[in-house]
């Protein structure tokens, strides 16, 4: 139990549909993060929010829409995805905002697209 | 582009032996260097940083980094079937906002 909780674990979509991801992590960090992980590829930050502010966007396609309403909450809204954006997404909370590499993660959301 | 680079491995080390992982790194600029530990299944979880030339040890793992040849390696003494899992080198760069990571090198230690 790292203190970061995602949901769902697991989530299976067509193209068409919309869903989101939920991120909560119980240990007080200030800053969350967005992260790809696809098979044989490093692991890829997507969104950075510091005390909910956004302050990175790593040119993410516009069907991937990060929502931070505080400190502790971090969702993805997924819309009109493509087969190639199935990748496990993990979240992440650090305590001294994004220029640290001390992240902790969640377990991570197993996102397949039909 | 800055680039992390590692060996993908598999690493196939015997129970007791010492498992050498591997890191470079391209942007000269880099100060803070860190190696996850994934499980598979699991999330990347912190072990070691490192932000000075030289060595630190933690336990069975030392990291070592020299900047002037870019390069960052984790040493894992007396390894252990519970050690078998894929290592993530992370790089964080001057001024930047967000780690770089490498693909992982896969570890196996065999009982």
Redesign the interface.
């Known amino acids: 139990e790292t203190g970061v909780t995602q949901t769902p674990r697991h989530l299976v979509m067509g193209m068409t549909n919309k869903k989101s991801l939920k991120c909560e992590q119980h240990l007080g960090h200030n800053a969350m993060y967005w992260y790809k992980q696809s098979a044989k590829k490093p692991l890829e930050l997507m969104f950075v929010y510091n005390f909910k502010e956004q302050t990175e966007n790593n040119s993410v396609p516009s069907r991937f829409s990060p929502e931070c309403p505080n400190s502790s909450h971090l969702f993805l809204h997924l819309h009109t995805l493509q087969p190639e954006d199935s990748a496990l997404y993990l979240c992440a909370s650090s305590q001294d905002g994004p220029n640290t590499g001390e992240l902790f993660f969640g377990e991570g959301s197993r996102l397949t697209v039909l | 582009q800055k680039e992390?680079e590692q060996n993908?491995g598999p690493l196939s080390v015997p129970e007791g032996a010492i498992a050498s992982l591997n890191c470079t790194y391209s942007d000269r600029g880099s100060q803070?260097?860190?190696w996850y530990r994934q499980y598979s299944g699991?999330?990347?979880?912190?072990i070691m940083?490192i932000y000075s030339n030289g060595d630190k040890e933690d336990g069975r793992f030392t990291a070592q980094l020299n900047k002037a040849s870019q390069y960052v390696s984790l040493l894992i003494r007396d390894s252990q079937p519970s050690d078998s899992a894929t290592y993530?080198c992370?790089?964080?760069g001057a001024g930047?906002?967000?780690?770089?990571?490498?693909?992982?090198t896969k570890l196996s230690v065999i009982p």
Request: proline share 4%; charged share 10%.
């Open positions: 992390v993908s803070s260097f860190f699991k999330s990347p979880e912190l940083f993530l992370a790089v964080n930047s906002y967000q780690l770089t990571f490498g693909k992982g």
